[in-house]
């Protein structure tokens, strides 16, 4: 049975009653059998695949999002997510035994996966489809009813994924519901058993305080400044052009892009150098123009770029590269700063956007006393040939994730956990991860004999305190 669309930023009766009907389902839903779930999976991808040309004519309408990209960062990814799962499900779905030890004789232990019930997914808009898509992948894995949330900012592709689900799904298993903060706020009142929210670090900790009162649990993907510390190698070519490409592919518009770069002091020269050369290498021409590039999601995030860069040039940053932009028309142009003061916006702010801070460090001490002096990054980059300097760096810094001589990739791999901490996030997805989220594990203990455990009931006698005194010294 397939659904319709709802309206935009339906009433609250309508999400009531969308709600109370995934409640309903969810005891049937936790009872799916692999292959069950596995079959959602492969009619959510076929229709994914049939609407290819519609979620490419979206998301150029939402920001330009060039097709090739869309091909490579929305519907691979979702397509290479089912196939990890589907490859490994029925055993992550297995009931795994345990051991009891000596203390529980006579006993079997084993732990049951079973979806925690009701999920609410709400996603941000940089990749619009994917990050709803993802999670709910990881959600109908485990056995989960859905509500997904996409973000109002991209309004094309949440047109087009509604319609996707509405095919999909029925209803009573995944329901879509469009709106903005307002209907967000709506939605956080109910009593849902996991909120998966992928999104700001401010609306996070609203998220947060929302799922307090039922209680429920969360998962939180949340952003922040990732930066990329490169050693004293000897060449940077290669690393500026790796550079280039993950902070303006999605025109920075990406959780994890490099957010701000640490170079020693006496190559800063060179490497802007090797930056700039990079940038028109790999956007030649006019970048008004340029196709492959692409536009900031709405014109208040390209003002919010813009106004970064401005502060910093006021407070005496230098414009190595870049600097200009057409608010109106989301166009930002790849910018980099050097000489930045450090009470710039840019480099206290997550800056979402095609700007790029070049810091120089001396000594390793001013790069870890500047990363650890501010929140949790999601991700930690290094560029090195030095097995010293790369464990040194995870030694003394915390992050979501890490990236050694690349950036950005490692959020492709099913196989890692994708998840931030502190600022940066709680918990994780992608894969078994993923599936983990959605997952109560419920543990079972069986008493399949009884043992002397009746020898340790009251009354207390001389013999029996004597007794647990050898036992605690025994066992
Ligand atoms: P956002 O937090 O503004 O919006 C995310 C979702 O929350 C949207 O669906 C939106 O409708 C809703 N929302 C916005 N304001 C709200 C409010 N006041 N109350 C309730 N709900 C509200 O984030 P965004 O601008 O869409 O995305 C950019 C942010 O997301 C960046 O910080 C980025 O780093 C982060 N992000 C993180 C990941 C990750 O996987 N860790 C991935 C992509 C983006």
């Given at each position: 049975m397939t659904q319709r669309v709802l309206p935009q930023s339906p009433a609250k009766e309508i999400i009531d009653h969308s709600f109370l009907a995934l409640r309903e389902r969810a005891p049937y839903q936790r009872r799916l059998t692999a292959r069950e779930r596995i079959q959602r999976l492969d009619a959510l991808y076929e229709e994914v695949w049939r609407r290819r040309d519609d979620i490419k004519a979206a998301m150029w309408a939402d920001f330009r999002k060039p097709a090739e990209e869309v091909d490579l960062t929305e519907i691979f990814v979702i397509k290479s997510e089912i196939k990890a799962v589907k490859k490994r499900l029925a055993s992550w779905m297995k009931p795994r035994r345990v051991p009891g030890g000596l203390a529980l004789m006579g006993s079997a232990s084993w732990v049951r996966s079973e979806a925690k019930g009701v999920a609410l997914i709400i996603a941000p808009w940089n990749y619009p489809m994917q990050l709803m898509f993802r999670p709910l992948v990881a959600a109908i894995a485990a056995g989960c009813t859905v509500m997904l949330k996409p973000s109002e900012v991209t309004a094309h592709t949440a047109q087009v994924v509604a319609e996707i689900v509405s095919v999909v799904f029925d209803e009573r298993e995944v329901a879509l519901i469009q709106g903005g903060p307002d209907t967000v706020t709506q939605l956080l009142n109910l009593p849902f058993n996991h909120i998966y929210f992928t999104g700001?670090?401010?609306?996070?900790?609203?998220?947060?305080?929302?799922?307090?009162?039922?209680?429920c649990s969360v998962t939180l993907e949340l952003g922040g400044k990732s930066p990329v510390i490169v050693d004293d190698m000897k060449s940077l070519k290669s690393t500026a052009r790796k550079i280039v490409w993950a902070k303006l592919s999605n025109?920075?518009?990406?959780?994890?892009?490099?957010?701000?770069?640490?170079?020693?002091?006496?190559?800063?020269?060179?490497?802007?150098e090797d930056l700039k050369s990079a940038m028109l290498e790999l956007y030649p021409g006019d970048l008004t123009e340029n196709k492959d590039y692409q536009r900031i999601a709405a014109p208040r995030h390209a003002d919010r770029i813009h106004q970064l860069v401005e502060d910093a040039v006021r407070k005496g940053a230098k414009l190595a590269h870049g600097g200009q932009a057409d608010v109106e028309g989301c166009w930002v142009q790849p910018t980099i700063l050097s000489e930045i003061d450090a009470d710039s916006e840019v480099l206290n702010e997550e800056i979402f956007g095609p700007v790029l801070p070049v810091i120089p460090y001396a000594h390793f001490d001013e790069v870890v006393n500047f990363v650890n002096a501010r929140p949790t990054p999601l991700a930690l980059y290094l560029y090195s040939k030095r097995k010293a300097f790369v464990n040194e760096a995870l030694e003394r810094?915390?992050?979501?994730?890490?990236?050694?001589?690349?950036?950005?990739?490692?959020?492709?791999?099913?196989?890692?956990?994708?998840?931030?901490?502190?600022?940066?996030?709680?918990?994780?997805?992608?894969?078994?991860?993923?599936?983990?989220?959605?997952?109560?594990?419920?543990?079972?203990?069986?008493?399949?004999f009884d043992g002397a455990g009746a020898l340790l009931m009251p009354p207390y006698t001389p013999w029996k305190t004597k007794l647990i005194d050898r036992l605690l010294r025994w066992l």
């Open positions: 700001s670090p401010a609306v996070g900790k609203i998220v947060m305080r929302a799922a307090a009162q039922h209680p025109a920075g518009q990406i959780c994890v892009a490099p957010d701000y770069v640490f170079i020693p002091a006496h190559r800063e020269q060179e490497f802007i810094m915390q992050s979501g994730g890490a990236s050694i001589n690349n950036c950005v990739i490692h959020v492709s791999s099913n196989h890692l956990p994708f998840g931030g901490l502190g600022n940066s996030g709680i918990g994780s997805g992608h894969g078994e991860h993923g599936f983990k989220e959605f997952t109560h594990f419920r543990g079972v203990y069986e008493q399949r």
